[in-house]
């Protein structure tokens, strides 16, 4: 209990928080990437349920599964995203459980637990993911998969110039206040693996823009294949992208299957 109590208190706090402030907003920014959803339908067919999504925020994927009749728990640590998720979901029958991926416990064990949509990025520092991955343990069933879906580091990306913006999104206000535009610039610090980016968002004709960061870790792929296998992961399967492509060097994604060997 004691060690317990010492170690999270070795992780550095989770900083996203503003940036998932408004789970109507995520959804509209979001809304038309689906891409994933049938990665984890198939990958649901092969290894079974019940399932965990850690990360779930609205709901994007885990919604889309129960309403396939899945037997999926959805866990998050914002309340305005969980809050948006249980709005679109009322009918349907899903548990929602609002905790931190680096500490949690619930009453059963699952046959597929994944982090999707580059989530784990939000982790940054090593005694957090050791965490995280202790509990992806705990929970997983023998003969359990677990799956983390994360960018494959884009180095044109990583050192842009930050005194450039570049586009992310645009959209209608839901509040109806005008279109929605965001752009972002970034700094990337090569030390901590961290890329700090500010996302601007300007409403419509209001004056003044709202500045948001997004401070996003970056795991390279011998790094990420190193931390998952000396905590404990064997990798059976590596993808750079949703159609199952193996993983190579221009891949846009690290997408990992793995199991539990120790
Ligand atoms: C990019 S969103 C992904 C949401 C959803 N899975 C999807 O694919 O649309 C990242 C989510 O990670 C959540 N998150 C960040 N750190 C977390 C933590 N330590 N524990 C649980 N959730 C966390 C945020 O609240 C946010 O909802």
């Known amino acids: ?50 399932v965990l999504e850690l990360a779930c925020g609205t709901g994007r994927i885990t919604i889309p599964m129960a309403e396939q009749g899945i037997q999926i728990t959805g866990l998050d640590i914002s309340e305005p995203m969980l809050a948006q998720a249980k709005r679109k979901a009322e009918r349907i029958d899903i548990e929602w459980v609002k905790a931190d991926c680096r500490d949690f416990k619930l009453s059963k064990k699952f046959n597929l637990i994944f982090v999707p949509f580059n989530s784990i990025a939000h982790i940054h520092d090593l005694e957090s993911i050791k965490s995280c991955l202790s509990y992806v343990k705990m929970h997983l069933k023998d003969n359990g998969r677990f799956i983390i879906d994360i960018f494959n580091p884009c180095l044109n990306i990583l050192t842009r110039d930050p005194s450039n913006r570049y586009p992310v999104a645009e959209y209608p206000d839901p509040d109806g206040k005008g279109n929605v535009v965001i752009t972002e610039n970034n700094v990337y610090d090569s030390a901590t693996q961290i890329n700090y980016i500010k996302w601007y968002y300007k409403i419509g004709n209001q004056a003044k823009e709202i500045v948001e960061e997004l401070n996003l870790r970056m795991f390279y792929p011998q790094e990420i294949d190193a931390i998952l296998y000396y905590n404990g992961l064997m990798i059976e399967d590596k993808f750079g992208n949703y159609d199952e492509t193996p993983f190579m060097s221009t891949s846009p994604k690290q997408i990992i299957v793995c199991y539990i060997y120790e």
């Open 1 to 50: 209990m004691l060690y317990k109590m010492l170690q999270f208190a070795q992780m550095k706090p989770i900083d996203c928080g503003p940036i998932y402030r408004n789970g109507r907003y995520y959804d509209i920014q979001n809304k038309d990437f689906v891409d994933d959803i049938s990665f984890y339908l198939h990958k649901i067919k092969n290894y079974g349920e019940p």
